[in-house]
């Protein structure tokens, strides 16, 4: 799901069933990782080689059999906990269509950003790489919804379409705006949509801030990703 994200030509993007390497060149290790869910120390070390290279904060995680590999990592990657990765399944989600509730469009970037920026933290070019699907024409599976109150976007999420499976990513409601039931609102109306388009499954990766509502609202956590980071996360500490 995070593949149409890189699409300039010095990005990297190496998926395979046993490992992912993908790096935006972002300023924030949230927006440059590699996953491996093997124990296999060679493919370790040319992922953190490809990263020292470049130069770059990234987020290491650890999955399965990978988690062994955690002793080889450089001192520089420091723990900064763990990522629950759920799912829930959609043959059950119904829901009134919420008029608050729209899919965003180009003009609505710079309300979008101002809302992970003041979720997240995150500096200006990674919130640039996770709204850039705004400003093509087609995103293709890359989808941004938002719902706004009196006419103010005050929480928005990426769904990202895979076959029969939706993926959410960068799911954010500013802090003075959460507690107030507009994160449960949209991830309902987004998740009623992609099972009226035929998704039977939604899947994510949550983040501290965002295990509470999800586990109230019907996720379970499916396995665990253990996280490294070489520099201080916004998402994960």
Same mark, same amino acid.
């Given at each position: ?23 935006? =060149? ?10 491996? =869910? ?50 829930? !399944? ?45 400003? !093509? ?23 990202? !379409? ?21 994160? !449960? ?53």
């Amino acid at each position: 799901g995070i593949l149409p994200w890189m699409t300039e030509p010095d990005m990297v993007a190496d998926v395979d069933e046993r490992s992912w390497l993908l790096l935006s =060149g972002s300023s924030s290790p949230d927006m440059n990782f590699a996953l491996l =869910g093997v124990d296999d120390g060679a493919l370790l070390e040319a992922a953190v080689a490809e990263v020292e290279a470049r130069g770059l904060s990234a987020l290491v995680m650890l999955a399965g059999d990978g988690k062994a590999l955690a002793s080889l990592l450089p001192p520089v990657f420091q723990q900064a906990g763990e990522m629950p990765i759920m799912s829930k !399944r959609l043959d059950a989600v119904t829901g009134a269509v919420d008029p608050r509730v729209r899919r965003a469009v180009a003009d609505d970037r710079a309300a979008v950003d101002a809302v992970l920026v003041a979720a997240y933290g995150l500096p200006a070019d990674a919130v640039a790489l996770a709204t850039s699907p705004l400003t !093509r024409p087609s995103s293709g599976p890359l989808c941004v919804w938002v719902l706004e109150e009196a006419g103010e976007i005050v929480s928005a999420v990426t769904a990202a !379409r895979v076959d029969d499976t939706v993926g959410l990513w960068t799911m954010a409601t500013p802090p003075d705006r959460q507690r107030q039931g507009f994160g !449960r609102a949209l991830l309902d109306a987004v998740l009623a949509d992609a099972h009226d388009d035929g998704a039977v499954l939604g899947l994510l990766g949550a983040t501290p801030a965002g295990l509470p509502l999800y586990e109230a609202t019907g996720w379970e956590t499916d396995e665990t990703w253990e996280l490294y980071v070489n520099a201080p996360s916004e998402q994960f500490h």
